[in-house]
């Protein structure tokens, strides 16, 4: 699928009665509604309004862009009082009532965009208690507030959880925490299985769990307790072999990543499979799998991936805009590639042109992707180096000459 998590997609879909991604493919037709000041992307923001939003901002902030002051704004506007956000509300005037669908997904994508960005602790503790307050009571979420738990929307509430310093494993209902949720939801190792080790979306009517890659990559990031940024690569790398995860998050998520390998060896990138259509190839899902397996500590694994985004993504993303950018950031960063030279388009700067100007935007050619901080670190070191002897050999000269002096008066 075209959009970053499937449970936006089934929900936009429920309502339009197509089976169909819930972001335009096409940016060229006028949208049905107004776009707001301080919003980015220029097509309908009915399904995707805010989603699109926290993830423009979280992408920019993990880039060190400083967002516009109104897209910040246009998004915490978009709350309703009880901490809930919705899709999108066109008239922020009006209350949210019965009518409006908040979801899951929206709220705790927004939760991680404001609190990447600081400052907004009202705003997102308020998000965080209405999550709490509609917890199912096998410890995870649905999409819509009581509908049954599912994989991606259990993940980026854990995300959201994380990032407000909760503890994921201590939010409970009826005893249960969100890594239960998940557990459930976690294929068994079977090597007779092609899903084996996988996460599924939800069971099917019957109980049954089928292999979910959108879902197996939401999940192994929120197993290991991070967001949908995932987390800077690690450099100590262990192979990937299923086992019996029983009660253990972290083995579930090695072997969510195993299973995400073995998807992508085939032709380097995930396929999306649509009712009447043929499979397509899946950017941003893949997208997905590369922050997920970097999260893992399998990055070399994600290398092929990481590559097949850069010869093949741009048309993806121009036609699907900012929320398109921004997974690739964040997979760039994942990944430890330049969001700036990605297969030779600067991502930041076209996520940048989708919406107001940015506050500020740090020099390109300043740092380089991963070692900024250290970069800046060693220059300090070798100024104050210089400087000490610089010091040691104006003192050594003057102690000379004065030695010199006092045998000249002796």
Not at 27 to 52: E, F, K, M, Q
Not at 60 to 79: E, H, K, Y
Not at 303 to 329: F, M
Not at 332 to 341: F, K, L, T, V
Request: hydrophobic share 45%.
């Amino acid at each position: 699928m075209n959009v970053r998590r499937s449970a936006a997609v089934l929900a936009a879909t429920a309502v339009i009665g197509a089976a169909g991604p819930a972001v335009a493919a096409d940016p060229s037709p006028s949208p049905s509604v107004a776009i707001p000041t301080g919003l980015y992307g220029r097509t309908d923001p009915t399904y995707d309004g805010v989603w699109r939003q926290s993830l423009a901002l979280l992408a920019q902030d993990t880039v060190g862009v400083r967002p516009a002051s109104s897209a910040i704004a246009w998004l915490i506007g978009q709350q309703c009082a009880n901490g809930a956000f919705a899709a999108f509300r066109a008239d922020t005037a009006k209350a949210c009532d019965a009518k409006l669908m908040v979801d899951t997904n929206s709220t705790a994508a927004a939760v991680q965009a404001l609190a990447a960005l600081g400052g907004h602790g009202p705003v997102t503790e308020k998000s965080v208690a209405w999550l709490k307050s509609v917890q199912n009571a096998d410890g995870g979420w649905g999409y819509s507030p009581g509908g049954a738990s599912d994989a991606n929307s259990t993940s980026v509430v854990i995300g959201a959880l994380t990032a407000t310093g909760e503890k994921p494993q201590d939010v409970r209902k009826g005893g249960k925490s969100p890594y239960d949720a998940l557990l459930k939801l976690a294929l068994p190792c079977d090597s007779d299985s092609d899903g084996s080790g996988a996460f599924a979306y939800q069971p099917d009517k019957k109980g049954k769990l089928t292999a979910n890659a959108d879902a197996t990559a939401a999940a192994v990031v929120a197993a290991l307790g991070k967001g949908l940024a995932g987390t800077a690569p690690k450099t100590a790398e262990t192979g990937l072999t299923c086992k019996d995860a029983a009660a253990d998050p972290g083995q579930a998520a090695r072997n969510g990543a195993a299973y995400l390998v073995e998807a992508l060896a085939k032709d380097d990138h995930l396929t999306s499979a649509l009712p009447g259509a043929e499979d397509q190839p899946d950017y941003g899902n893949t997208a997905d799998a590369v922050v997920a397996l970097a999260t893992a500590g399998q990055g070399k694994a994600a290398v092929p991936a990481v590559r097949w985004l850069q010869a093949n993504s741009v048309k993806w993303a121009q036609q699907n805009g900012p929320a398109a950018y921004a997974q690739l950031i964040l997979a760039a960063n994942a990944s430890a590639q330049d969001p700036r030279d990605f297969g030779g388009q600067d991502l930041v700067k076209l996520l940048d042109a989708t919406g107001p100007s940015p506050v500020s935007v740090p020099d390109a050619d300043s740092t380089s992707p991963g070692d900024s901080v250290a970069a800046d670190d060693n220059s300090g070191n070798v100024v104050w180096i210089a400087g000490g002897v610089l010091l040691l050999v104006v003192v050594a000269v003057g102690y000379l000459l004065f030695v010199r002096g006092r045998k000249r008066q002796s």
